[in-house]
């Protein structure tokens, strides 16, 4: 093919995306019908094999047990931009879309980011001998950080290091070749026409397993001789509201425990209770600081009633760092495409993404677009601007990659040269073990 100018490369790249519009909400739809968690994506994996295998991008495959990664090759291979969508599920059995047996459903918009990233695939398949990198489509497991006690298990039986799918991507060395990335993910939208939200900041987490060992005996005719290890967990949570006001609100600290195990019968005084919880912070310094404080409240309350309380402490995901010259070529591109009227930088963000462990190791934008009905993770969760959710964003997207990589991605290499990683993949390893070692 002849050379184009960059502005047709990136009307043809537009024109490709909305001519797919058909196949890619079709598995968008498919993969929101069948609905499963992480490191269980086994159908996904399947939806997402074929895809790749109808537009023939080569593939391989059982990346953290489900990933699956493709390649599209540049006229040279200077550089690498990786485009993830997430293939795991979120657990709301109350959505009216939830798997009746393990009601999961996507109400976090992961089967909207497997379309984005087949969006901007089929977008740039036809002009990648313009462009001066490759491109890496990677479907990935595992985002959503739930079922830490299933997790732990995997980690145990030595099927997986980490709970988390781009931090196991990250240890097999999935990531080695690849010099930045790219995802996006769906919000809440201000407006009828939906919006584009440059990626900002996030909290990061430690994940908790916390187990109370008590003494059984019976509840209601020798309550004296049993050591309640369901009152122990109580304290333990209470105790750590009572230090809630000791926090830095610019720590932006999160606790928000649940119980997984409460006791056996009624009539017997609990002897063993496990409570799973995030404790999440801003900052690095913060996470570990916080959860120092948490873990001393959650013994506590052991202490009370003399039971024993057992705390393992799990890597959760680092805090999210957006590059900012990615995110202005982002905010260039959708202004084209949104209007700058709907184009605004986020503001910190108090949940997570291990999309923030990638970002500590190499430049990552993680735009959020508001296209839906409802908040994330709810029953009321739909889409509303499917404009914005299957088409605009996905244009924006591949116009930053043709930005990066054209004109012998000096774009790439700008953004190279100007970023400063945090960490490497072996201090990046090194720091979730000591978390796992509770040092």
Same mark, same amino acid.
């Given at each position: ?24 909400? /079709? ?27 109808? !537009? ?10 489900? &990933? ?37 459903? *996507?109400?976090?918009? *992961? ?20 462009? +001066? ?8 497991? +595992? ?9 732990? $298990?995997?980690?145990?039986?030595? $099927? ?24 996006? *993910?769906? =919000? ?24 109370? *060992? ?6 209601? +005719? ?20 009572? @230090? ?31 409570? =799973?919880?995030?404790?999440?912070? +801003? ?15 959650? $013994? ?39 209007? /700058? ?28 677009? &508001? ?10 969760? /739909?889409?509303?601007?499917? =404009? ?22 000096? &774009?790439? $290499? ?8 945090? !960490?490497?993949?072996?201090?990046? @390893? ?10």
């Amino acid at each position: 093919m002849s050379r184009m100018t960059k502005e047709e490369v990136k009307q043809r790249v537009c024109e490709a995306i909305v001519n797919a519009q058909p196949r890619l909400r /079709e598995i968008a739809e498919s993969i929101m019908d069948e609905p499963e968690l992480g490191y269980k994506e086994v159908k996904t994996s399947k939806k997402v094999r074929d895809m790749f295998d109808s !537009l023939g991008i080569p593939y391989t495959t059982d990346h953290a047990l489900t &990933g699956v990664k493709g390649r599209m090759k540049g006229k040279d291979s200077k550089y690498t931009v990786a485009m993830i969508g997430e293939l795991d599920a979120i657990l709301c059995p109350r959505h009216p879309r939830a798997d009746d047996l393990t009601g999961a459903a *996507h109400c976090c918009g *992961h089967n909207i980011q497997i379309a984005n990233m087949f969006a901007v695939a089929i977008g740039l398949q036809s002009v990648m001998d313009q462009l +001066a990198g490759d491109v890496v489509i990677f479907a990935v497991p +595992a985002e959503e950080m739930v079922e830490v006690d299933y997790r732990n $298990k995997l980690r145990e039986q030595g $099927k997986i290091k980490y709970l988390g799918g781009k931090q196991q991507l990250i240890y097999e060395g999935a990531f080695d070749d690849v010099d930045m990335a790219m995802q996006m *993910h769906v =919000e809440t939208a201000k407006t009828p026409a939906g919006e584009m939200g440059l990626g900002s900041t996030s909290n990061g987490f430690v994940a908790k397993l916390i187990e109370y *060992h008590g003494k059984v005996a019976h509840a209601a +005719a020798a309550p004296h001789e049993g050591v309640n290890a369901l009152n122990a967990a109580l304290l333990g949570v209470m105790g750590v509201n009572s @230090i809630r006001e000791t926090f830095k609100e610019s720590d932006c600290f999160r606790f928000h425990p649940i119980i997984n195990q409460g006791g056996t019968l009624v009539n017997c005084v609990p002897d063993y209770v496990q409570v =799973e919880s995030f404790v999440r912070a +801003a900052n690095i310094d913060a996470i570990v600081d916080c959860n120092n404080r948490v873990n001393r409240a959650l $013994k506590a309350g052991g202490d009370a009633v003399g039971a024993t309380c057992v705390i393992k402490d799990l890597p959760g995901y680092l805090p999210m760092r957006n590059d900012e010259h990615m995110n202005e070529l982002l905010r260039n591109n959708s202004n084209q495409i949104f209007g /700058e009227e709907n184009v605004y930088q986020g503001e910190h963000m108090t949940a997570s993404t291990d999309m923030g462990d990638v970002s500590h190791l190499m430049p990552v934008i993680h735009p959020w677009v &508001g296209c839906i009905n409802g908040v994330l993770h709810s029953a009321e969760y /739909e889409i509303t601007v499917p =404009e914005v959710a299957y088409i605009k964003t996905a244009q924006a997207l591949a116009m930053t990659i043709v930005d990066l990589l054209y004109d012998d991605a000096a &774009g790439a $290499k700008d953004v190279l040269d100007k970023f400063i990683p945090v !960490l490497n993949k072996q201090s990046y @390893i090194e720091f979730l073990d000591r978390i796992a070692k509770s040092e």
